[in-house]
């Protein structure tokens, strides 16, 4: 059983490496040329920015005329429950004369490209950070230089699956904030500064993400190059350690 377990894993390992050396020596190359086609392209170019922003579904209320005997003062109307909305659970939902407050389309169309890539960077620095991590050999005393180079490469790689990690906590960070800006744009649609405010993040967003992309590409190229130029200390920690890392 003991030696049947042994050979799986010994087949297994095997596999895993190659795939892992395909992965970064012919999918590595091609995502960069295409993370770097999708960069040159329209939906990604500056030149976008300034239309980037839409106008919100939300319209501004009419001034309130009063009646000049009484005094100019704001006050609260009671609305029935089938005016503008339901309750639920004891409290009222309010409903926009409009309609929905949809998201910026152009943001959208562009998240949606980006998230499969950076989903795709994850899973490969995931594969190669487990490629490196079984090449490194057992604990001994001296020789240690080419394992201090598996270490390196490791730390470069889980520090780029971290960075794309991040991106989709952005992406989300942006959404829950335009949520709550608009929210107040609703409650408060005579602001003007809320309204800006929409605007102004709608163009952070998309300046954010074609970083992010740049950033996508520049994590495919910096991973090709450090393993390119260290295969043989990667692969065969244990040799001579004469070879410095960069």
Known sequence: MAENGSTQMADFKDQFSSQAEKEVFECFPKKVVELDEMLRGDMFSMSRMSSISVILNIPVPEPTITNSHEPNLTKKRKVEENDIGDFVQGSRVLALPTGSVPC?????????????????????????????QLMIPKIEDGNNFGVSVQEDALSEIRQVEGEAASYLDQISRYYLTRGKIISKVAKYPHVQDYRQSVMELDEKEFISLRLVLLELRNHYTSLYDLISKNLDKIKKPRGTNTDSMY
């Open 104 to 132: 910026n389309a152009q943001i959208q169309e562009m998240v949606d490209q980006l998230k499969p890539s950076i989903c795709t960077l994850i899973d490969k620095c995931n594969l190669i950070k487990m490629w490196v």
